[in-house]
């Protein structure tokens, strides 16, 4: 579809036009179910999260680590004078985040990861190949900026972005039902530590040390070439616990104090005081629902046949907590467990009465890769495996 010349699009750190962005894009992700007061409840929420660790980090060598913020304008309105802003008619944003890829010929390097979010177009500008046109210019900006590397996105918008490039790699998920867990008998495998917000940093270095060996002690296996992960840090766990803080300290539903907000569990061995697994996780306040972000069993847990005790504990603290909040569900993305290595894991969850299994995600994972990603690496997208494809993969 061509596109009037009136559009232009830019790269934009302008206070202004990001603060804009959020009032148009409240319409759309500003639901009545998030229970927000206002659009600026949300917008002020939404500019807290951008002042964020893994939001402001910059790098050296990538100009677009971080969050970046694109808009276009529509240059037929007319603007009042002292007004930059009402011809803002569409935006989005990417997270660029570190990440790797395994390949036989390279070894384990590290690759930038950019997460699209925020995508949206003003109502009376849709259907007109507006947001088409951003998103091409949005990839025209990354294949220049991190030619040899990845861009991820979930949609909500069904196979929309395929058009873009983006290939779906549908996670399923399981809904764990809070009673039922609650009715299952209770299992010991370590000692139970909570991690509020500042208290994930440990827990990642683990994850990451344990993916970084994986990568680089096993081949990819076929039909795969090579794979790809996002690199585990704290800094999104600690964005996932600002929004959730955020949002209810704006929801009057719930009775607890927000300095007992806790967003991790972890089970560590007595005796040594390793970190045997962890689960992290956010709140939807509404739904009620505890949503998992990273759930990490360890390789020694697994040696010692005791993952699926070291699982079923942390289930049970976290059904605790959920009770707390009245809430009734968790959400767990089927990524977080093996399904081959952890079978006795997805038996128990099977067998929790109510509770359901491999349920379509309404937001599709998707992934693109860069043209020079696929020059460097020798690959077409069936070719690479995206390890570690989770609900901490976008933010
Ligand atoms: C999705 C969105 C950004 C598209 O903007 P746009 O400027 O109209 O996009 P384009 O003109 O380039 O393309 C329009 C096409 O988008 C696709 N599309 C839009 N909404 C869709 C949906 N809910 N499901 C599937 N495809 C959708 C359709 O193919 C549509 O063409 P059609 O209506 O003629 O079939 C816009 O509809 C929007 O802002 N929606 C609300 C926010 C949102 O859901 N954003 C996506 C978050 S992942």
Redesign the pocket.
């Known amino acids: 579809m061509s596109i009037s010349s009136n559009y232009i699009f830019e790269v934009t750190s302008d206070p202004a036009a990001i603060k804009q962005s959020f009032i148009n894009n409240s319409e759309?992700f500003n639901l009545p179910n998030r229970n927000l007061a206002s659009v600026t409840d949300y917008v002020n929420g939404e500019l807290a999260i951008n002042d964020s660790d893994i939001c402001q980090r910059r790098s050296p060598t990538i100009s677009i680590q971080g969050q970046v913020f694109y808009v276009v304008r529509d240059t037929s309105i007319t603007l009042a004078e002292g007004d930059f802003t009402s011809d803002i008619v569409?935006s989005c944003c990417t997270l660029t985040r570190d990440g790797y890829v395994k390949s036989p010929t390279f070894g384990l390097k590290n690759i930038p990861v950019s997460c699209y979010a925020f995508?949206?177009?003003k109502p009376d500008?849709?259907?007109?190949?507006?947001?088409?046109f951003m998103l091409n210019e949005v990839n025209r900006h990354m294949e220049r900026e991190i030619p040899d590397g990845i861009s991820v996105l979930y949609?909500?918008?069904?196979e929309?972005y395929s058009r873009f490039g983006f290939e779906s790699r549908h996670v399923p998920l399981a809904l764990l039902l809070v009673a039922a867990i609650l009715q299952t008998p209770s299992v010991e495998g370590g000692k139970i530590i909570t991690h509020m917000q500042g208290q994930f940093k440990d827990l990642f270095i683990l994850d990451d040390r344990i993916l970084v060996e994986r990568l680089n002690s096993s081949l990819t296996e076929a039909p795969y070439k090579i794979s790809v992960s996002l690199k585990p840090d704290s800094a999104i766990q600690e964005l996932f616990a600002s929004r959730s803080t955020w949002k209810y300290s704006k929801s009057k539903s719930i009775n607890q104090a927000l300095e007992d907000l806790i967003f991790g569990i972890s089970v560590t061995d007595e005796a040594t005081g390793q970190v045997l697994g962890f689960v992290t996780f956010s709140h939807y306040w509404n739904a009620k629902v505890m949503s998992v972000t990273r759930l990490f069993i360890s390789p020694s847990a697994e040696k010692a046949g005791t993952a699926k005790t070291i699982f079923v504990q942390l289930v049970q603290n976290l059904a605790v907590l959920a009770e707390k909040l009245e809430f009734d569900t968790i959400k767990l993305w089927h990524s977080e467990i093996d399904e081959t290595k952890h079978k006795a894991i997805w038996d128990w969850i099977d067998e929790l009465p109510n509770s359901d299994i491999n349920l379509a995600n309404t937001s599709l994972s998707a992934i693109n890769f860069h043209s020079g990603f696929k020059a460097k690496y020798d690959v077409e997208g069936p070719d690479v495996k995206w390890e570690m494809n989770g609900k901490w993969c976008w933010y």
């Open positions: 759309s569409a995508v949206y177009t500008q849709r259907r007109k190949g507006v947001a088409a949609s909500d918008v069904g929309y």
